[in-house]
C-alpha cells in the first residue's frame, strides 16, 4: 500500500529476552519485515520481526544462531 519511494523515520523493534539474558538483532536495509503500529497510528510503527520469502529463506543447516547453553552467537 506504500510505494518504493516512502521513507520512514527511525523505527522501534521488538527484541527477545528472558530472566538473566536477551538479544538485539535489528533488520538491514531491504529485510522484509513484519510491522505493527501502536494504537493502529501510522506514525507510530513497530517492527514485530522478520521474515523469510521466496528470496530470503532460512539457512538449510540445522545449527542454532545462539548457542543455548553459552548465549554466545
Same mark, same amino acid.
Given at each position: 500500500?506504500?510505494?518504493?519511494? !516512502?521513507?520512514?523515520?527511525?523505527?522501534?523493534?521488538?527484541?527477545? &529476552? @528472558?530472566?538473566? @539474558?536477551?538479544?538485539?538483532?535489528?533488520?538491514?536495509?531491504?529485510?522484509?519485515?513484519?510491522? &505493527?503500529?501502536?494504537? @493502529?497510528?501510522?506514525?507510530?510503527? !513497530?517492527?514485530? @520481526?522478520?521474515? !523469510?520469502?521466496?528470496?530470503?529463506?532460512?539457512?538449510?543447516?540445522?545449527?542454532?544462531?545462539?548457542?543455548?547453553?553459552? &548465549?554466545?552467537?
Amino acid at each position: 500500500w506504500l510505494d518504493d519511494t !516512502y521513507v520512514t523515520d527511525w523505527v522501534r523493534t521488538v527484541q527477545w &529476552g @528472558g530472566q538473566g @539474558g536477551g538479544g538485539v538483532f535489528s533488520p538491514e536495509v531491504n529485510d522484509e519485515v513484519l510491522v &505493527g503500529f501502536e494504537q @493502529g497510528l501510522l506514525d507510530s510503527p !513497530y517492527v514485530l @520481526g522478520g521474515l !523469510y520469502n521466496g528470496v530470503d529463506k532460512p539457512s538449510p543447516h540445522d545449527v542454532p544462531l545462539v548457542d543455548p547453553t553459552s &548465549g554466545k552467537v
